[in-house]
């Protein structure tokens, strides 16, 4: 049945402890604002939809080379 459902076996359980936390402590959300809140609103507020940095290019690579090089 779980799997009609759409769970794994090996799934996490919702961290809504951490969740709870965010909304209700960091962001200060009363409850029922909390509650009424979507997933993508609760995502957009928590800065999911922030844009990622690309992450290091060839020149930061070369730089870290060059300050850190393997030992040989």
Known sequence: MSAAA???ADAAPFPWETVMHAGLCLLRLSPDVFWRLTPVEFFAMTGGMRPQPSGMGREGLEGLMGRF???G
Do not use: V
């Open 6 to 8: 759409g769970k794994s």
């Open 69 to 71: 090089p393997d030992g």
